[in-house]
């Protein structure tokens, strides 16, 4: 079945430092990618998303590219702030059928000031 | 502003008790989603509906059933809980059955503890 690979964390990274969250995919067909963010005591919410390969989704200084070839979408940002404290979650909806989201474990980032 | 609302945000409940997760969602949206959220498992979805009265499991819904008798309304079962029940319960939703994507969007969550 579908699933999604990203380490839990947490990353610790002082503040105007360089983000790097790994994801990498498994799918059939050609799924869309997405960058759900939990920020403390709310709900998930869209962060930026790609529908076909080489998509670059970007949205609040964050970017993430659809890599097909290596089955990868990948986060970074190149100079976080404290209020990016949050838990970031990759996720794919497999092509067709209903609005299913497979969703991964979630990375916990802790900026410091 | 899309606004997906929870019932209570923190619950505690005993074994063996019937509990009701309550969802509402003020946006007109087909499709509505429950999930829990565990450490070390990210999201899990339990059950989802893309219309009234419709229901289709997700990848865990054994000791689960749903409920959506209004469009704006989907509730989550726990006909009998146990400790293993225990757990952080996300509801969302989101417009459009099939299509492109649609994006979903995110009650604040329910921290249920099963005593």
């Known amino acids: 079945g579908d699933s999604v690979t990203q380490m839990e964390g947490p990353v610790t990274l002082s503040e105007e430092a360089f983000l790097t969250i790994n994801c990498t995919y498994t799918?059939?067909?050609?799924?869309?990618l997405f960058w759900y963010v939990q920020y403390p005591g709310e709900g998930l919410q869209l962060l930026l998303k790609?529908?076909?390969?080489?998509d670059k989704g970007s949205n609040k200084g964050f970017e993430a590219t659809y890599r097909k070839e290596t089955t990868s979408f990948h986060l970074e940002k190149g100079s976080v702030q404290v209020s990016d404290s949050a838990v970031y979650f990759c996720?794919?909806?497999?092509?067709?059928?209903?609005?299913?989201?497979?969703f991964g474990i979630g990375t916990k980032l802790q900026v410091i000031p | 502003d899309v606004k997906v609302t929870q019932s209570s945000r923190y619950l505690v409940k005993r074994t063996g008790e019937k509990v009701f997760l309550e969802c509402v969602q003020d946006?007109?949206?087909?499709?509505m989603f429950w999930y829990r959220q565990d450490p070390g498992l990210g999201l899990r979805l339990i059950y989802f509906?893309?219309?009234?009265?419709?229901?289709e499991k997700g990848d865990i819904p054994e000791g689960y059933s749903v409920s959506r008798e209004k469009k704006e309304r989907f509730s989550l079962i726990l006909e009998s809980a146990s400790t293993n029940q225990t757990s952080m319960y996300l509801c969302?939703?989101?417009?459009?059955?099939?299509?492109?994507?649609?994006?979903?969007?995110f009650g604040p969550g329910t921290r249920l503890t099963v005593l």
């Open positions: 969302a939703s989101s417009l459009y059955r099939t299509g492109s994507y649609n994006e979903q969007f």
């Open positions: 799918a059939t067909g050609y799924p869309s």
């Open positions: 790609a529908t076909k390969a080489d």
């Open positions: 996720a794919l909806r497999a092509s067709g059928g209903y609005q299913k989201v497979t």
């Open positions: 946006m007109d949206h087909e499709n």
């Open positions: 509906s893309y219309d009234v009265k419709m229901k």
